[in-house]
């Protein structure tokens, strides 16, 4: 991934300011990001949003005079633009019996029937199944005094929130890249410890 030439000085908390794209891989478990592996490379993108939901509610005895607060959901949810258009990518991404994906097989349509048997990426869906929830992890290498620094997101279990959308351009326009905008809620993975069982950041950023 290409690196930006800004470099952090000056901040209250030594290198700490997130900057760039991430480089994004999904896999079953979190247990395959172990030491820097991203599982399945899904390609370059920009991670757009991160929102923790935090539902409260309130249990209160009958001989008590105050409630007691407690967390009665808890769940995230990440926006984020993949720019490689890549087809079993999508198969990975969602997850469960919607699609059937097949990298390099015969095709059906592609230039008619004419050029039967040429070698293409398909990618199909339309079914309702189950949703399998999977981890995914978000990767940003920046630029700190010279040298690179990493920052990762592993969300231990999500799935997928909306279906595809394409806003296809011009190949005029200034910006000719076409983004593939995605939505994922993550829940949480109960066979995890208490307070570790939606995600964890790690980051090279203030060391």
Known sequence: MALGHFQQTSLTNAATILMGGFRLGVA??????????????????NLTGITENIGRSTIQAGN????????????LTINFELLEFWPPSFDAIRGGG??????????????????AGTTVNT????????????????????????????TILVVYKATIEQGLVFTPKSDHDTDPAMVMPFT????????????DQLFIIESELGV
């Open 98 to 115: 919607l699609d059937i994906e097949n990298a390099a097989t015969a095709s059906t349509y592609v230039a008619g029937a004419t050029s």
């Open 64 to 75: 008590s005079n105050a409630p007691d607060e407690v967390v009665a959901t808890h769940s």
């Open 184 to 195: 994922l809620t993550g829940e949480l993975e109960t066979s995890r410890t208490k307070g």
């Open 28 to 45: 079953a478990s979190a247990a395959a990001f172990a030491e820097g592996s991203l599982g399945t490379i899904l390609g370059i993108g």
């Open 123 to 150: 990618f199909s869906t339309g079914g309702l199944n189950a949703l399998t929830g999977k981890a995914f992890a978000f990767e940003n290498t920046t630029m700190v005094g010279g040298a690179t620094a990493l």
